[in-house]
């Protein structure tokens, strides 16, 4: 696919800031990146409305990161050390499950997945890394509404799409499943989403006691299957990276 240009030199002139503390003129910039300085102008006049970038010296015009990069570096960082911490234990319980294991979190009434793994015997999963996802017809999802404050409020605008005949599209009922998995820590995605598959999910809890992410294992559903200790492990690994997170409550 070709690269738009604007958003190329936008990119790039952001990179470039970055990597100068002290603050770059416009027409330091221009000669740096050898564009038309017209060019620049917009670009930089558009990053600064949008607080990408700030003047931080008005007499000599010098240009720094803005706030709005901090905040959204920031989360990228924060997204990558839970990856980095969660990633061992989840490679761990996906083995020892033989399944597929995501970790995910809420975003903007959705559940986005940071990471999976997928063991060499397990079922292939349609859902990739970066994909995003209903929050209540999924393992993951659910597990985010329990642990939200303001859940009742969340389910209330919510849109239950029907993706199965085992999804949950009555808020009534999703409200009383929602509060049982708060209890007992743990959701299930019981052909919800897809109906040949099956879904457990656990909460990870940060340093302050407060819903971080979720973990899950995924796979075929069997009839009559047993999936108590896929839960037990579950639990025991979302304990574990929830001790990992600064967590020191009880699980």
Request: aromatic fraction near 8%.
């Amino acid at each position: 696919m070709k690269v738009n240009r604007t958003s190329k030199r936008t990119i790039e002139m952001l990179e470039l800031i970055s990597k100068n503390p002290k603050g770059l003129s416009l027409n330091e910039i221009v000669n740096m990146m050898d564009i038309p300085k017209t060019s620049a102008f917009d670009i930089l006049h558009t990053l600064e409305e949008l607080e990408m970038v700030e003047l931080i010296d008005a007499r000599s015009k010098l240009y720094s990161i803005g706030v709005r990069s901090f905040i959204i570096g920031n989360a990228y960082i924060d997204n990558a050390d839970l990856v980095n911490i969660a990633k061992p234990y989840l490679e761990k319980l996906g083995e020892q499950a033989g399944k597929t294991v995501f970790l995910g979190k809420e975003s903007k009434g959705k559940v986005i997945y940071l990471y999976k793994y997928e063991p060499e015997r397990a079922i292939i999963t349609t859902c990739k890394i970066g994909n995003q996802n209903e929050l209540h017809c999924t393992g993951l999802g659910k597990c985010a509404l329990a642990f939200s404050e303001d859940y009742k409020e969340i389910i209330d605008k919510l849109e239950l799409r029907k993706r199965t005949e085992f999804t949950i599209v009555d808020k009534d009922k999703l409200t009383e499943n929602v509060e049982q998995i708060k209890k007992q820590k743990f959701s299930v995605d019981f052909r919800e989403y897809e109906e040949h598959m099956l879904c457990l999910a656990a909460p990870l809890f940060d340093h302050k006691g407060e819903f971080h992410a979720a973990i899950s294992i995924s796979g075929l559903y069997v009839e009559g299957m047993d999936f108590k200790e896929e839960v037990q492990m579950l639990q025991k690994t979302a304990e574990t990276i929830s001790r990992k997170l600064g967590f020191s409550g009880h699980y």
